[in-house]
């Protein structure tokens, strides 16, 4: 019987022992008789798929220790003309061969291999024991089989949800697949491809994989090169983040439900800890991200890009051919596809400082990873004691920091005004680890040198009431700090203030800035970037992102100039000067109310300042709101435009960790008011304003929201132990004030006017 009269559902060996005069049921497709393959595959289809495999298989038998070169070199052979089969994407296969049914050729091809019994010999010939020394030849031929082997599943399990529905239905139901994988993540020559395929497999998987399951991989850590390390890094990403919980990330309230749950085990942290138990692990892994690497650089280039450019032109018009058996070993196994149009030298170099940035990639991710949960402090001091910023401040002139001029040549499907290069990813992850090392660290001015360590010094001798203990100072040891002209943080702001307003790296050079000057607000600390000139260039950039700019831009544009800002009133003065200088007020004031969502952490900047008890001092009531940014968001009617405007942003299921921050703006009104024992009033006229604008039915529907999201943040901010320090730090109110104040606002007493209920109950009707 052909093939297609068979059932296509059906197991194929099955169907073999049923239709056949055999009395015995086939386990393999190598038992199938030569004489019964043509009945069940003409030779007009698949060019013999089955008897393909068949030999594959009787081949993969017999592989080992013991296999001759003649046996390695005809497995060689028919796993490349399967390799070849399954070739799907542009990058793998040259233009000529793509047509627009390719992929569906593909799939179809891959069903035809494993419905044939294809994956057994396979997987046969990946388990297969190692030889000892791949140098020799046949294991030259040996390893390049398991590395081809490994192209063959990469390319199968790559191809959108096909790909995933291998891996579930062939790879995760296997018990010894994936920690025989883990203990390839130790083999200099195939961790690659054992990390790539670790990560198929856990994208796939339902809940995060807890390391502690994988026998001795602790040891194997422990032993474990560099350059394996940089691999096996790229599995760490999914076993340091809550990616099993992204479907109950909807909103806080969902997330919070999923993780107080009876079976969710906060699997991130266990890992964390392991890892961080690996002996010597973090200094591997900052050996790795601060290696000593030489980039392209030429003279005549005028941007990065045209530095990788006419790197890549210089090799392909100088080939170096020179050969070795470690290179041609080297370039026959990455390049499985025969890409050799550069040589093998050439192509080596290439793919060498292109393995260089990806390794230095990874790692630094991991490293941000680890400082990104409960070990953060550990990893902070650990990191300052290891000398972390000294090195990254050597390591960030290396980058190139040129800007955009006109580019020379532009990508295909590129505009001319694109910054893409293999370094923008590298950058991104180094500016990235400078901001969580300095979160609500103690060990964030690190990042100067000791003569800006002691310009701070001075100013916070000036500093009056603002002051912080000048003990603060002596603290940081100093031979642990940056050396040179500029400390790190000076050369970030110096890029900064040059970088055009929708740079790539803006927003990571504010969020770097940012987090030096979060948690314990320090003038001194302020002022030193205020005079660096950061504060009117990022009001000049927010005037110029008005209408156009990107939200990402404006929000960290935004979150650095709060922290400038906080309990700084000459800061305040210093915008209100800049905005009138350039008639910017109006421009300035419509973009902070038409993005409560990226604005609101200046607004309660503003707010704070106001609640200093020498505000009195400072005062700005000689403005009016007209004419100056600080008495326009504290104007009476503008605080009560703000509160209503932050509740009504937001409902219960839709409060996410980006959007909580407007409620607890929203509150920072009522604590202050509170504070001066004015909260009643507050409400009262908070109800006259709303009262004015509004039907009473949506005036009820807003306070029983405001309501609503009340019981919401006492939930929350219950269970959060890390958040509530960050709010204390940021707000200097304690956290029972807060809670004390929410329950106020709770209050069931309908005759409280300090209540929300007060106002829910009472059916008044305020004029203006």
């Not at 650089?297 to 170096?320: G, H, Q, V, Y």
């Not at 901001?435 to 701070?456: A, G, T, V, W």
Request: aromatic content about 10%.
């Amino acid at each position: 019987m052909p093939f297609s009269a068979m059932n296509r559902n059906g197991h194929f060996l099955a169907q073999v022992t049923r239709q056949s005069v055999l009395n015995r049921f086939l386990t393999s497709v190598r038992q199938v008789p030569d004489e019964l393959l043509v009945v069940f595959e003409p030779r007009s289809e698949a060019d013999n798929i089955l008897t393909s495999i068949k030999s594959l298989d009787e081949l993969s038998v017999s592989f080992g220790a013991s296999s001759t070169l003649e046996e390695c070199v005809l497995l060689d052979s028919k796993l490349r003309w399967f390799h070849d089969q399954m070739i799907w994407n542009n990058v793998q296969r040259s233009q000529r061969d793509l047509d627009n049914d390719r992929e569906a050729t593909v799939i179809q091809f891959i069903k035809k291999c494993l419905m044939y019994g294809f994956l057994p010999p396979v997987l046969r010939l990946v388990m297969t024991p190692e030889r000892e020394n791949f140098l020799l030849m046949p294991n030259k031929v040996s390893l390049k089989i398991k590395k081809m082997c490994f192209s063959i599943l990469l390319n199968m399990v790559t191809i959108k949800t096909f790909g995933q529905e291998i891996v579930r239905k062939e790879f995760l139901s296997r018990e010894d697949f994936l920690p025989f994988l883990f203990s390839l993540l130790g083999n200099r020559y195939l961790c690659r491809e054992a990390s790539q395929m670790i990560e198929q497999m856990l994208l796939c998987r339902d809940s995060v994989l807890d390391l502690n399951d994988i026998d001795s991989f602790k040891i194997i850590l422990q032993n474990m090169e560099e350059s394996c390390l940089a691999n096996a890094c790229k599995v760490f990403a999914l076993t340091l983040t809550d990616w099993e919980s992204s479907k109950h990330k909807k909103s806080l309230q969902a997330e919070n439900h999923f993780k107080r749950g009876k079976e969710f085990v906060p699997v991130k942290d266990i890992n964390q800890e392991f890892l961080l138990n690996v002996p010597n692990l973090i200094e591997k892994l900052l050996n790795i991200a601060l290696k000593k690497t030489d980039y392209p650089r030429f003279p005549s280039a005028k941007n990065e890009l045209d530095n990788w450019l006419l790197f890549i032109d210089d090799l392909m018009s100088n080939p170096d051919d020179s050969e070795d058996d470690d290179s041609l070993l080297e370039f026959d196994l990455t390049n499985p596809g025969g890409l050799n149009e550069l040589g093998r030298s050439s192509y080596l170099k290439l793919r060498q400082m292109n393995d260089m940035i990806q390794d230095r990639l990874s790692a630094f991710y991991t490293l941000c990873l680890l400082m990104n949960g409960k070990h953060k402090k550990k990893l902070q001091k650990q990191l300052g004691e290891l000398k972390l910023i000294p090195s990254l401040n050597e390591l960030f002139d290396v980058f190139g920091w040129s800007y955009p001029t006109k580019r020379r040549r532009v990508l295909a499907g590129h505009n001319s005004s694109c910054e893409c290069s293999p370094e923008i990813a590298l950058k991104i992850q180094f500016l990235r680890l400078i901001h969580m090392f300095c979160d609500h660290s103690e060990y964030k001015r690190l990042l100067l040198n000791p003569e800006e360590l002691q310009e701070i010094r001075k100013m916070n001798m000036c500093a009056g009431k603002l002051a912080v203990p000048d003990e603060t100072f002596d603290q940081v040891p100093t031979h642990l700090m940056c050396t040179g002209k500029y400390g790190l943080l000076v050369k970030i702001v110096r890029v900064l203030l040059k970088e055009p307003p929708t740079s790539t790296f803006r927003f990571w050079l504010s969020r770097a800035l940012e987090s030096y000057l979060r948690g314990h607000t320090s003038f001194a600390d302020q002022q030193f970037l205020i005079h660096k000139g950061v504060l009117e260039h990022i009001v000049k950039i927010l005037l110029e992102l008005e209408g156009v700019g990107p939200k990402e831009l404006i929000q960290s544009s935004f979150d650095l100039l709060a922290e400038l800002c906080k309990f700084n009133m000459s800061a305040f003065a210093r915008i209100n000067q800049y905005l009138r200088e350039v008639n910017g007020m109006k421009t300035f004031c419509s973009l902070v109310n038409r993005n409560l969502v990226d604005s609101n952490m200046f607004i309660r900047a503003a707010v704070l300042t106001a609640s200093m008890d020498d505000m009195a001092e400072n005062s700005f009531d000689r403005y009016q709101p007209e004419d100056c940014i600080y008495s326009y968001m504290m104007d009476c009617r503008q605080q009560f435009n703000y509160v209503y405007d932050l509740i009504n942003i937001l409902k219960v299921g839709t409060v996410s960790q980006e959007t909580v921050c407007c409620l607890n703006t929203a509150l920072i009104f009522l604590l202050t008011a509170r504070k001066r024992t004015e909260l009643g009033e507050f409400l009262t006229r908070l109800q006259r304003h709303i009262s004015c604008h509004l039907p009473t039915a949506n005036y009820r529907i807003f306070m029983q929201n405001f309501r609503e999201l009340l019981h919401f943040w006492l939930d929350n901010y219950l269970h959060r132990d890390k958040d509530c320090t960050s709010l204390v730090k940021s707000t200097r109110f304690e956290l029972e004030y807060w809670k004390e104040t929410v329950k106020i606002l709770l209050s069931d007493d309908p005759e409280l006017k300090t209540s929300l209920n007060y106002y829910l109950e009472s059916d008044i009707r305020f004029a203006e």
